[in-house]
Each structure stands twice: as structure tokens, then as C-alpha cells.
T-cell receptor, first 112, second 113 residues
Framework: SQQGEEDPQALSIQEGENATMNCSYK?????LQWYRQNSGRGLVHLIL?????REKHSGRLRVTLDTSKKSSSLLITASRAADTASYFC????????????FGRGTSLIVHP | EAGVAQSPRYKIIEKRQSVAFWCNPI?????LYWYQQILGQGPKLLIQ????????DSQLPKDRFSAERLKGVDSTLKIQPAKLEDSAVYLC???????????FGDGTRLSIL
């Protein structure tokens, strides 16, 4: 079974708009990571947020974490056509071993 | 720094044949992961190594899949015999240690006829 589940499954927006993706998980975590995957390529790490953090920024990316709701969101501001990709969250179940579990992903299409 | 290298990039075999994938992680990375990614889904962890020891292989179909990481560096993943449902992209990733950001190779796309 998959720990993290992204929502929505697919998102289509115009260039310049903001894109928000959500991730929900079931059990307590050590940290949560967001990755991007372009078609036919491997995943690329975007942001890692620890369980004791609530918000992190990296360029046009903003990630929030609400451990009480077991959810995270990824906001991409002023989107570009190059942001077109699939986005995945990955969680490490709380405990001594950091074993990652990925969700099914959100497919983002940004129209020029 | 050089990225994670995987080969081959593509492989087509018939069911019941065997196949092997190779991964060279980023130098110095202690943790190595093998994932199976079926079209339209997220990566599913097959096996996680810490140096040359196995941390988790709970989702590895051990009757047909095997993996090793000799000397704690390169790794190979083997399928023998292959089934139709093994058609997928096999991704290798590495991180400096468990829980840290993973660096992925571009994967091997396996097609079973």
C-alpha cells in the first residue's frame, strides 16, 4: 500500500498561474519530500521538510506540512511551461529506519 | 558531480527469460534504492541497501527477483524468470544516507513480450 496520496491526480493550468498539489499520508513520519519527474526521466528532488517544520521555500516552490492533519501541500507560483511534469510526495515512516514510500503523483500540465 | 548511472536504458525480452539491470550510484552515497515504476503510478520500493547490507526488501518478489550490492558501491537487480506484469521502468537511486534526498538515474524501461 502507498503511504502518500497526491491530489489532484491531474492539473491543467495556464502559464503564470499558481499550481497547488496536496499529499495526504496515514502514519507518523520523520520527514516528507517532494520530487518532480519529467516524461521518460528519473525523479528530481525538490524539497525536504522535516516533521517539526511547518513551511519551507525554494525559489518559486512553497511546501507546507500539517502533521495534525497528516497532509502537505506543494505550491508552484508563476508557473512556466517547463514546470510540466509529474509531482510526487515521499514519506519516511517514523522510526529508526528511513524507508521511503511514494504516492501516485499529480500530473501537471502548464499551457504556454 | 556525476549522477546515478543505469544501464541498459531499454530492454525487451520474452516472458520466462532472465534480465539484469546495473546501477552505479553517486560516489560516497551509502544508501542505494531500487524501484519499480509501472506506467501512471509512483515508484514502488523493491529493495534498499545501506552500504552492502539490506535495510528493506519487503516488497521484492524474492521467488523471481534478486539484488546485490557488492563492496557497497555498484548494484545489480535481476529478474528470473520474467512475467508479463514485470513490464515497468526500473529506477535506481542513491542518497548520502537514509532519509536524505535521493538522486535518481533515468531508469531502465523493460518490456516483456
Amino acid at each position: 500500500s502507498q503511504q502518500g496520496e497526491e491530489d489532484p491526480q491531474a492539473l491543467s493550468i495556464q502559464e503564470g498561474e499558481n499550481a497547488t498539489m496536496n499529499c495526504s499520508y496515514k502514519t507518523s513520519i520523520n520527514n516528507l519530500q517532494w520530487y518532480r519527474q519529467n516524461s521518460g526521466r528519473g525523479l528530481v528532488h525538490l524539497i525536504l521538510i522535516r516533521s517539526n517544520e511547518r513551511e519551507k521555500h525554494s525559489g518559486r516552490l512553497r511546501v507546507t506540512l500539517d502533521t495534525s492533519k497528516k497532509s502537505s501541500s506543494l505550491l508552484i507560483t508563476a508557473s512556466r511551461a517547463a514546470d510540466t511534469a509529474s509531482y510526487f510526495c515521499a514519506t519516511d515512516a517514523n522510526g529508526g529506519s528511513y524507508i521511503p514510500t511514494f504516492g501516485r503523483g499529480t500530473s501537471l500540465i502548464v499551457h504556454p | 558531480e556525476a549522477g546515478v548511472a543505469q544501464s541498459p536504458r531499454y530492454k525487451i525480452i520474452e516472458k520466462r527469460q532472465s534480465v539484469a539491470f546495473w546501477c552505479n550510484p553517486i560516489s560516497g552515497h551509502a544508501t542505494l534504492y531500487w524501484y519499480q515504476q509501472i506506467l501512471g503510478q509512483g515508484p514502488k520500493l523493491l529493495i534498499q541497501f545501506q552500504n552492502n547490507g539490506v535495510v528493506d526488501d519487503s516488497q521484492l518478489p524474492k521467488d523471481r527477483f534478486s539484488a546485490e550490492r557488492l563492496k557497497g558501491v555498484d548494484s545489480t537487480l535481476k529478474i528470473q524468470p520474467a512475467k508479463l506484469e514485470d513490464s515497468a521502468v526500473y529506477l535506481c537511486a542513491s542518497s548520502s544516507e537514509a532519509g536524505q534526498p535521493q538522486h535518481f538515474g533515468d531508469g531502465t524501461r523493460l518490456s516483456i513480450l
